[in-house]
């Protein structure tokens, strides 16, 4: 059984940049989350996506945006990056229904933005 | 609002202690999940527990305990006998179920950094 991955494990970008990360849910999964981790913080729900639609949303503006695939891998996109959006960005599938599995997490791109 | 409390921003302790980790939420939901995580330097989040609101029963697995107690918005975790590897932050984190009726969201606590020393 393959877990969460994501890709890349670290990246730099420049400020008004666009960024893309990457997530491959682990297998049987249909539901991926997005959450942004500042340092020294607790991960923050960005959005969650549940059979190629988005299923919630947290507090983040709208240059940070989603897709999920019909393989349910998953990508993350920021557009106008900021310096406050450097921080580590951690995906975690799951099944739809909670009670029944857990959310696993993958270990995360760490973005850096100048 | 949905809130999860970790008071405890680091706790260090020497090998062989046991060692509590408090955890105090807030959710409207009735129905809800708590979870405990374990965050080593690496980054990757490391599944620990999930308890059901309606399951009130305590928990054991090795040196790991959880205390869930549903009257005091509570979900502690024990560790007995630490050891080095146990080094880690570790999150508590609660889940919220959309309008729709799924559970969609963890809101986490801010982490306990605990430190075990040979």
């Known amino acids: 059984e393959t877990g969460v991955t994501q890709s890349p494990t670290h990246l730099i970008k420049t400020r008004g940049q666009q960024v893309t990360l990457r997530c491959s849910s682990q297998s049987g999964h249909n539901t991926v989350s997005w959450y942004q981790q500042a340092l020294g913080q607790g991960p923050q729900f960005i959005f969650q ?3 190629e639609e988005e299923n919630g949303r947290g507090n983040f503006p709208p240059r940070f945006s989603g897709l999920q695939f019909p393989n349910y891998s998953s990508e993350l996109n920021v557009n106008a990056l900021e310096l406050d959006d450097s921080a580590l960005y951690l995906c975690a599938s799951s099944l739809a ?5 857990p959310l696993h997490f993958g270990n995360g791109t760490r973005l850096t933005v100048t | 609002a949905q809130k999860v ?3 405890q921003t ?3 302790v020497v090998e062989k202690e046991d060692v509590t ?4 939420y807030e959710t409207r939901d009735t129905t809800y999940y708590l979870f405990w995580y374990k965050q080593p330097p690496s980054g990757e989040l490391v599944f620990l527990i999930r308890r059901n609101s309606f399951d009130e029963q305590n928990e054991i697995s090795g040196r790991y305990s959880w205390n869930f107690q549903k009257s005091t918005s509570s979900f502690n975790f024990t560790i007995t006998a630490s050891q080095v590897v146990d080094s880690a932050v570790y999150f508590c984190a609660l889940s919220e179920t959309n309008s729709g009726g799924s559970n969609y969201k963890l809101t986490f606590g801010k982490g306990t950094l605990l430190t075990v020393n040979p």
């Open chain 2, 10 to 12: 680091e706790i260090s």
């Open chain 2, 21 to 24: 980790l408090d955890c105090v």
């Open chain 1, 49 to 51: 996506y549940y059979r």
């Open chain 1, 97 to 101: 229904l909670w009670k029944n599995s």
């Open chain 2, 5 to 7: 409390t970790q008071a």
